[in-house]
């Protein structure tokens, strides 16, 4: 991966992680499907004049049948998912469980588009899963008798991640992210919006929660898609889904911050090992020789497809 690959990497992760603190305080009074059906809503509100101005609402009307696709896969039920998870899961918690993400994105490219896995890649990402299971471990924050359905809900939400980000791979490569992002979220929320209304919570909230339903739709959607695909563009889909090794990090980080959850050594622990696992999952830690090897092979590659 290139530097700036690996900075919007984290850039990513850190407003996802965002993401589960600002659904923690907004899903149990707008409920899920309407908190979602405004996050995505307003993130559409925030990528359709951008990518006015860039001249790509053309592409919109070109590809929307994958566009709806991957909005409902990507968005509208995971989405939905998580959010009904968090009205038991902590913010931290939930997202460690979306650490899970990069496991089936990874069996998915294999079967689907032959994405070739490495040896250093697959123990990378096994490192990581491992340390998703040290960063749990001891955790009490599982309610007895909804926790269990939680959790499947957030699993749930992981598998059609892996499924969403190999068919982007297959059917809007070449598309620009930005058209690819504001199609997922206008997709999102013309399916969410009548379920919305019908499931709109009695009372509307008012007060700060719309701080967290604002900052949730812009920085966490809008302009996290936007590296999101970027980076699905760049180095695929395995790696692109890596990034949610890191979420917990930043995940378990806001949580301890903005809502006094408890931080353990295995918390600690845990996002270290996860941190190593991505480092050998995107190949930021490949063995040198080796990548030079494949960096010849690519530039080989390229040159007879271009006829050079």
Known sequence: MRRSDVVELLTLAALWGGSFLFMRVAAPQFGPVALIALRVGIASCFLVPVLAWRGGLGALRTHWPHLLAVGVLNSAIPFCLFAYAELTLTAGFTSVLNAATPLFTAIVAFFWLGDRLSPSRVLGLAIGFVGVIVLVGGSSVID?????????????????????????????????????????????????????????????????????????????????????????????????????????????????????????????????????????????????????????????????????
């Not at 990090?249 to 050594?265: D, H, N, R």
């Not at 996860?274 to 040198?288: C, K, Y």
């Open 144 to 308: 007895a008798k909804q926790g269990g359905l939680a959790v499947a809900a957030a699993l749930g939400a992981t598998v059609l991640y892996g499924l969403a980000a190999s068919y982007t791979k297959r059917h809007l490569t070449g598309v620009p992210p930005l058209a690819t992002a504001t199609g997922c979220q206008l997709a999102a929320t013309i399916v969410l919006t009548p379920l919305a209304i019908w499931l709109w919570p009695t009372q509307t909230p008012t007060g700060d929660v719309w701080f967290h339903v604002i900052a949730l739709g812009i920085a966490c959607t809008g302009v996290a898609y936007i590296l999101f695909f970027r980076l699905i563009a760049h180095v695929g889909p395995t790696r692109a889904a890596s990034v949610t090794f890191l979420i917990p990090v930043f995940g378990v980080l806001w949580g301890i911050l903005f809502l006094a959850e408890q931080l353990t050594l295995n918390m600690v622990i845990g996002c270290a090992v996860i941190l190593l696992g991505t480092s050998l999952s995107t190949g930021v830690l490949a063995p040198r020789k080796k990548a030079n090897a494949n960096s010849t092979a690519n530039e080989k590659d390229s040159l007879l497809r271009s006829g050079r």
